[in-house]
């Protein structure tokens, strides 16, 4: 079980089960919303529990990002139509076990770092 909240703690969330796919996202909207890179793990809806209200923003036709309307934490990815929610590696409490698997969107990167963890990169992988 994984346990998390933003910064004010107006908003936690539980992971019921064991969440997949710890990724970083270098895209352009990931990076302005973050302020760097964004990193996340995929949660199955079923298994996400949320308290508190988040707001949701629609950054494209496909997806949505929520964040925590007090303190602006940026908490969680959704597809349209994806069974599950990315939820912020950044925002989970206490040991997690877990170890980014992938970048994605390195094309659209900042030109200001580099990317050395040896963790597999795709240039527009989703």
């Not at 990931?30 to 308290?51: E, Y």
């Not at 602006?72 to 929610?85: A, C, E």
């Amino acid at each position: 079980m994984l346990n998390g909240s933003c910064l004010c703690g107006a908003i936690t969330f539980t992971a019921q089960k064991a969440a997949r796919d710890p990724a970083a996202c270098h895209c352009g909207q990931c990076r302005k919303q973050s302020g760097h890179h964004w990193a996340s793990v995929q949660v199955m809806d079923d298994d996400l529990t949320i308290h508190g209200t988040p707001s949701w923003y629609a950054s494209s036709k496909t997806a949505k990002r929520g964040f925590c309307p007090t303190c602006g934490s940026f908490l969680f990815w959704k597809g349209q139509s994806d069974p599950d929610t990315g939820v912020s590696l950044g925002a989970l409490d206490g040991p997690t076990g877990l170890k980014l698997e992938r970048h994605i969107f390195t094309a659209d990167k900042g030109d200001y770092y580099e990317i050395t963890d040896n963790v597999r990169q795709g240039e527009q992988e989703t």
